[in-house]
């Protein structure tokens, strides 16, 4: 027993030895019962287990680690607890193996076929987990570098293609259509646009020549530089990239339906910094970099393009024009040849024709030298003339200062004889003094009429164009004549035709003087029937040559049935000093100047005088004018030049007055009372108010208002439904209506102190005089005579700060002490002192007896020394009257030495003067002369004049 449990126990150690030794062949073999027979089961079972699991982990291991076969799993069956989890550990070691080893398998396996999208995505750790990095890494840029090169070849070849389509064509609109049909797609853009730089009058624009999948609407398809994103683009020469577009932005339509993109670009194409057009484009999605790339690139291919379609077109242009030049070249060619040829056989006859010309030559030397000594001649009687021309101006300025001077005294003192202002002569010898004015009034028409004539011969006459209204021409013509042939008994028409223009561009003093000349010859030439002025468009056949240049004319017809004139003589009544009856026994007066003078102011005027008559049957005068001579210019009635018998002189032509009111603040409301609906004082009244707008005089105390009642009893109406800041009324009016709508002016508190401007052109006995002048003493009333003065004094009214603040142009004899007359002192003269410098005794003493009626003190200097020494010791004198030609100093120099003294700088100096050529005016006022004034002088013009100055 004792062997056999020995034998037993030995068999076991060796088989759990063999088996701790690796050895698993070995089994327990001896005989065994109980106890031991189970031992030996559970160790043989122990063995086989451990051969079985030892057999499938080496297969496995054998197979992936020897054989490379993967996916090899250990199979034991009975085995549990630790040979359990050791055959799940082993197979979970072969799977984990095999899926690695399987998945970098399949990533290279993709690799190798071109497939760069896949990636290695089996977990892994250690070694394996870095191999698997590596391995995605390389794959990655694989892709990467694939990708890039992909986009390359696709720009490079894209960009080849693009160029190719384009290369061959010379059509801008052609190649901008098919690059916008190509590029849109290739890109994904689902609207482009294509606008070419277009230089034009206003600068570089942008104009869309081709575009794809344009909206329909007012979409703009003109641009000018930094005019929207296109003129940006192109303004900064830089790419504009825009994401997120607003939904109103661009809508991009087909057949189903429309959408919204969501980009755009703006591309400029440049070409050596030069903007040739810019591309638009928007797409649904955006823009890739590579398609960018693209862009960027393609742009310039297609400046290049485009710069070189320009050149092309260019040069085609270039190539027609060298082609014309040289065909052109080729006909002048010939043409020359033929002209060689012409010209061969001229020589020959030149040649013969030399000799000819030689012998010819000496002849002319001849005649040459012949007529260069008539040209001296000429030159020399022309000197001779100019000379004359001089000596003749010279004497004529002599001439009027001579006869004005003695004129001036005349005129002067026969006035005041005629006013009779201390009622001391005889109706008799008032008569004499108006005969002895009215003939020293003709003398002195005589001479403006030589001076007139002067002017014209010496080219000197100023015209002042400015617009003239022939409804004022007709009423002035109207109130100018009337009187005139009523007294003769002769009937007076002025007709308008249809289609006269309602004004005219010309002088209007000028012409007021040609018809003046032409319906006075008519009036003192017709004894019975009538004289007409008849005014009508003139028809262009019957225009002068002279005239028709100047363009559309108007014919002023003067008609009469006077006496007539010989066809003989037609022409030389326009001659100066001529007369159809020039005998020592010839019936009518006159001078033979008006004519000649009126002819000459229709020339300057634009116009010309026809003149057509017969002996016994009338005369008919007819004046043609421009209506708007093309290089007159309408010139403001206070810049027309100086003329010495302007109306500019008969108010007083200088230096600018001071103003004496400020304008007035409220509206003016002037009533104008006259026999007749818009008579002759209304005519003035507006043309007061004409003449004020011209100076912007009136523009600052509001509109005027003139308003013209015919009557008294319509005066009265007028005045109770509005009052008025100043009344015009016409004491001419029948039944002494005038006189009772003074005594309901003056009987009404609210009237009583409105101004009454009462104008008279006939002589009112003393009775009528007192009346009118005791009524001042409760109501302002002014009487006037003349309608100068009534101009002047509207005008006052008009521009005064309040309708009270004019003073009264005529004193009560209870305020003055002297008789109520025209010679009535002035409240504004009386106390002042003048001091009158003229060496003529007889100016003096005229002169002197005028201003002391009005109650001004006089002192007298006989020159100009004289003069500043009196000035000097009288500081007292408020104004100075200066003659200008006197000995020792003239009135120049006088002028020029009391503007030196600084204490009279303001001192109003007037000059009087005889002389009235031109440029006498220009060298007072230079001299220092407030203003000036020509002999015979005007009393009511110099005493207004020497009232403005000192009241300034």
Known sequence: MADNLTNQVRSIAQVTTAVARGDLTRKIDVDARGEILELKTTINTMVDQLSSFAAEVTRVAREVGSEGRLGGQAEVEGVSGTWKRLTENVNELAGNLTRQVRAIAEVTSAVTSGDLTRSITVDASGEVAELKDNINSMVKSLRDTTKANEDQDWLKSNLARMSGLMQGHRDLATVAELVMNELAPLVSAQFGAFFLAEETSTGTELQLISAYGFPAGDSATRFRMGESLVGQAARTRRTIAMDQIPRDYVTVSSGLGETVPTSLILLPIVVEEQVLGVIELASLSSFTPVHRAFLDQLM???????????????????????????????????????????????????????????????????????????????????????????????????????????LNSLLILAQLLAQNPTRNLTAKQVEYASVIHSAGSDLLQLINDILDLSKVEAGKMDISPERVSLRQLHDYVEATFRPMTTDKSLEFRITTAPGVPDSLITDDSRLRQVLRNLLSNAVKFTETGSVELRIEPAPKAQLPSSVRPHGPAIAFRVIDTGIGIGEQQLEVIFGAFQQADGTTSRKYGGTGLGLSISREIAYLLGGAITAQSAPGQGSTFTLFLPVARPDFTEQPADTAPFTAHSEAEERGAGQELPAVVQPPSQQRRLLVVEGRPRGLLSLVAESVLTDLANRDVGNSHGAVEIVSAAGAQEAAATLAADPCHCIVLDLDMPDRAAFGLLDAIDGDAALRGVPVLAYNNWRMDPAQEQSLQSRADSQPLELLSSLDELRERIALHLTAEQPGDVLP?????????????????????????????DDDTRNLFALTSILEIHGMRVLHAEDGRKGIDTLVAHPEIDIVLMDVMMPEMDGYAATSAIRAMPQYKDLPIIAVTAKAMPGDQEKSLASGSSDYVTKPVETDHLLRLIQRWISA
């Open 300 to 406: 310039e291919t297609i400046g290049v393009n485009v710069n070189t379609i320009v050149a092309n077109a260019r040069t085609d242009e270039l190539l027609v024009e060298s082609q014309r030049l040289t065909a052109e070249l080729q006909t002048r060619s010939e043409e020359l040849q033929n002209q060689q040829e012409e010209l061969r056989r001229s020589n020959a006859e030149l040649e013969e024709k030399a000799a000819l010309l030689a012998s010819q030559n000496q002849d002319i030397e001849t005649k040459n030298l012949e007529i260069e000594q008539a040209r001296q001649e000429l030159e020399d009687r022309a000197q001779q003339l100019s000379l004359a021309s001089k000596y003749k101006s010279e004497f004529l300025a002599n001439m009027s200062h001579e006869l004005r001077t003695p």
């Open 809 to 837: 142009l005529v004193r009560s004899e209870k305020e003055s002490g002297e008789p109520a007359g025209r010679g009535e002192e002035d409240g504004t003269l009386a106390g002042r002192t003048v001091l009158v410098v």
